[in-house]
Nanobody, 117 residues
Framework: QVQLVESGGGLVQAGGSLRLSCVFS????????FGWYRQASGKQRELVAT???????NYGDSAKGRFTISKDNAKNTVDLQMNSLKPEDTAVYYC???????????WGQGTQVTVSS
């Protein structure tokens, strides 16, 4: 059973930093492509950062220059380093795993990030 468990969310002041972590289990890590998405209250879920099939990284416009996605194949983890946080970054952040060769996608339960002004 595939599981994605996020951690690292919390309350931070504007300008601060947080590091989110996602632990993947239940399947072979290298068979999946990973990313981070977020959903603010009353808004649609949006891309934050994701790896593509070739290993390149795509960032959403709001994340460019401030956030960095990384993964550790040995630990089966995907991290999101968030710097220079703004109140508009407040959202629930979700880890996502997409199968490389099947139309299957998994989501974590989400972790709340709140940025105070």
């Amino acid at each position: 059973q595939v599981q994605l468990v996020e951690s690292g969310g919390g309350l931070v002041q504007a300008g601060g930093s947080l590091r989110l972590s996602c632990v993947f289990s239940g399947a072979t890590f290298s068979f999946y492509v990973f990313g981070w998405y977020r959903q603010a209250s009353g808004k649609q879920r949006e891309l934050v950062a994701t790896f593509d099939l070739s290993g390149d990284i795509n960032y959403g416009d709001s994340a460019k220059g401030r956030f960095t996605i990384s993964k550790d194949n040995a630990k089966n983890t995907v991290d999101l380093q968030m710097n220079s946080l703004k109140p508009e970054d407040t959202a629930v952040y979700y880890c996502n795993a997409r199968s490389r060769n099947r139309p299957i996608r998994y989501w974590g339960q989400g972790t709340q990030v709140t940025v105070s002004s």
